[in-house]
């Protein structure tokens, strides 16, 4: 009879993450802000001296959400946030890969999803008009980031992400720092928001 393979990781805070079976007393935001400070977005396919994170990513949307949802509170703002948490174990992959990797990639997303968000005393399950309002962000901040840094037309990324008004292409910059500043900010803002809740 086979051994059945290692399903869990460990984390530098010393946590064993079961990748199949989360559990949220496994989770710490320190984890999640060091791993998604590292991983990549657009394949790592974007100018400049640093990587642009799923970290700095997930602070965008945050600030791009509290910007189109000026009355969200912490909660949602925070979910805002989290809304890509699960790739700091399972990475970031583009959406073409995603489709041909197929359902398996979602259902396990979903599964460190709500261990995540119960973790942090959130909903397991985003409310499906609050998720609508987080992609209309996510979306925007994609077409910010595919226009300033990963070397699309703007007509391109209307195509793929739909288009984003002159307000907030001027109101939203996307800086690279270095992956510790990142962490750091990326902890600094769920810790706020976790202590407003």
Not at 9 to 30: A, K, W
Not at 52 to 70: G, K, Q
Not at 172 to 191: A, G, K
Request: net charge neutral.
């Amino acid at each position: 009879m086979s051994k059945a393979p290692r399903a869990w990781q460990r984390m530098l805070s010393g946590r064993r993450l079961d990748l199949l079976d989360p559990t949220p007393v496994d989770i710490e935001i320190e984890d999640i802000a060091h791993g998604l400070s590292f991983v990549a977005r657009w394949n790592g396919q974007t100018k400049g001296d640093f990587a642009y994170s799923v970290a700095e990513h997930s602070l965008l949307v945050e600030r791009i959400f509290d910007h189109l949802t000026p009355k969200a509170t912490p909660q949602q703002r925070l979910l805002a946030l989290l809304h890509d948490a699960p790739e700091y174990v399972i990475g970031d992959m583009i959406s073409p890969v995603k489709a041909a990797v197929g359902a398996d990639y979602g259902a396990l997303d979903d599964r460190l999803a709500r261990a995540i968000h119960i973790r942090f005393g959130l909903p397991a399950d985003v409310p499906k008009t609050l998720k609508r309002k987080i992609k209309v962000a996510d979306k925007v901040s994609a077409w910010l980031e595919a226009t300033q840094i990963a070397g699309f037309s703007k007509a391109e990324a209307d195509k793929f992400f739909g288009p984003v008004d002159a307000d907030l292409q001027s109101t939203f910059t996307i800086r690279l720092r270095p992956p510790i500043e990142v962490r750091q900010d990326f902890t600094q803002t769920c810790q706020a928001l976790i202590e407003l809740l």
